[in-house]
């Protein structure tokens, strides 16, 4: 079994613990957050969203540390928000991780994979990103498109559930964007998005040439990603989606669907994204707008939780 420690026990944690929890091929060894362990089983066990779970806490270790404790494990799932560099997680290792997986970008001299995408090329380093939500929505499309038609330049809009940042009611915020302090429930609010860099990462071909805005909307889960791609070479319409259908076949990570479908149908949805063939259009040859869903928490986190595989794999294999 692959013993698995979570630090960080949010919203993506918590998803991650779900999913690790119902795989026979995990152990959960411990969870470690700064707030109070029955806290924790309580927002485990209930949660707003994703209804109640089907496993317990029952025989996982739970502290409430700021500092890591020392406990052995296999690989360590970073989702607290923090930690984002090498330096950072160092203390993480010498505690008894093996290897730790970050639930965000991190910096630069952290390698990133995205399951699906660049996986195979993992490298058995022991501290890695598993990048944004977003880009794990976006860096698969984009490496369909990329791989037969080329991308000179793309704007990406993300309607965006809202999120723990935001307020419920409009209030103070220290961030420097003064939407933030407005109310998540009765607004559409748009904010500057890092999707941009997040994806360039994978294609430095588009260096500047992204632009991302995510359109914070008042659904408390889901993403909806509304693309508009220039290809480098033109097409038709009947062959891009020709293309797009056989690589979703091939695909474990991505779906699609014809089905008339709303945010709500996504909900614990595991893909990284679901095309929406419906609103999925070439124009003039060249001017893609493709449209996809994400459960951002559920089906990020089943990336995590493939990338958990994927890094403990390779130990077992080196072995």
């Not at 690989?75 to 290792?93: D, K, M, R, T």
Request: charged content about 25%.
């Amino acid at each position: 079994m692959i013993k698995v420690f979570v630090n960080g026990f949010g919203r993506i944690g918590r998803c991650a613990t779900r999913i690790i929890l119902e795989d026979k091929r995990f152990e959960l060894v411990g969870i470690n957050d700064i707030y109070d362990t029955k806290q924790m089983k309580q927002l485990f066990l209930n949660d707003s969203i994703y209804g109640k779970a089907t496993s317990t806490l029952k025989n996982v270790k739970l502290f409430n540390q700021k500092n890591p404790p020392i406990i052995e494990s296999d690989v360590l799932l970073q989702c607290s928000g923090e930690h984002l560099s090498y330096e950072a997680n160092l203390p993480f290792i010498k505690s008894g991780a093996k290897k730790i997986i970050i639930s965000a970008p991190a910096s630069c001299e952290v390698p990133t994979y995205i399951h699906g995408v660049n996986h195979k090329n993992y490298k058995n380093e022991n501290i890695i990103s598993n990048s944004s939500c977003s880009a794990n929505a976006i860096v698969p499309i984009f490496d369909i498109i990329q791989k037969h038609f080329g991308i000179k330049c793309a704007n990406l809009s993300m309607y965006h559930s809202y999120t723990a940042y935001q307020k419920l009611l409009d209030v103070k915020h220290y961030s420097k964007d003064i939407r933030r302090a407005r109310s998540a429930t009765q607004n559409i609010i748009p904010l500057e998005s890092s999707a941009a860099d997040a994806t360039s990462k994978f294609f430095p071909h588009l260096k500047d040439k992204l632009y991302a805005k995510s359109i914070r909307v008042p659904v408390s889960a889901t993403t909806l990603y509304d693309l508009s791609i220039k290809l480098a070479d033109k097409s038709s319409n009947k062959k891009m989606l020709e293309i797009l259908q056989n690589e979703i076949e091939l695909s474990t990570i991505l779906d699609s669907t014809l089905t008339p479908l709303v945010s709500k149908d996504f909900i614990k949805n595991p893909y990284s994204a679901t095309i929406d063939l419906n609103f999925t259009e070439l124009l003039d040859g060249d001017l893609l707008r493709i449209c996809a869903w994400q459960d951002n928490e559920y089906g990020y986190a089943s990336r995590l939780v493939d990338m958990v595989r994927v890094v403990a794999g390779y130990r077992i294999r080196e072995k």
